[in-house]
Structures are given as C-alpha cells and as structure tokens.
C-alpha cells in the first residue's frame, strides 16, 4: 500500500512533533524578510527598467547602499537609518567604555 502525503510531505494521520512546528522566532524572521523583498521590490524594480542581468545586479546594489542603508528610515530601528542607527550605536559603545 502506497502512503498517501499531506502538508509538508508528512503522511496521512500521521502526528504532528515538535520539530514540524516552526519556531516564533522563525515566523518573525520570515516577516522581516518578506518586508525587505516588499520594499525592494516597490521602491526600487518596479520602477525601473534593466538593461540586462548585470546592470540589474548593479543598480540594485547601488539601491541597497544608497537609499535603504543611508536614507530610507527604518521603523525597527527607531526611524532613522541603518546607517545613523550603526553611528548612535557605536557612540553609545564609546561612552559606555570610558565610563
């Protein structure tokens, strides 16, 4: 008899374990991801045409560097950059050590 397979390719009436269920932490993860490809994808592909493979490559790096690390605010991080929250952190770091 051939086993039948359901979600995630686990058989019929088969029990679920502890390690079928993914973690919250990875749920969180995949939000942050999906988010970032969102973002990515309205604010930077689908407003531009590419030459080729190559120049998308170029410009979206150019995208990533330029507009979402050093301008565009981030409401994880407090509205402010990546870029700016990386400076006030290490400012922190180097008052905390001559403390």
Same mark, same amino acid.
């Given at each position: ?10 058989k019929?009436g ?16 995949n ?11 309205? @604010?930077? $592909? /689908? ?14 790096? *150019? +995208?990533? @560097?330029? $507009? /979402? ?14 870029? *700016? +929250? ?14």
């Amino acid at each position: 008899m051939i086993a039948e397979e359901g979600k995630a390719g686990r058989k019929v009436g088969e029990k679920w374990s502890a390690k079928m269920v993914p973690s919250p932490a990875a749920s969180n993860t995949n939000n942050v991801c999906e988010s970032f490809m969102k973002t990515l994808k309205w @604010e930077e $592909v /689908y407003r531009s045409e590419y030459r080729d493979l190559q120049d998308a490559r170029l410009r979206i790096g *150019e +995208f990533l @560097e330029k $507009v /979402y690390n050093e301008q565009r605010l981030h409401s994880a991080l407090g509205y402010v950059s990546p870029v *700016e +929250f990386e400076r006030a952190q290490r400012a922190e770091q180097k008052m905390a050590g001559v403390a």
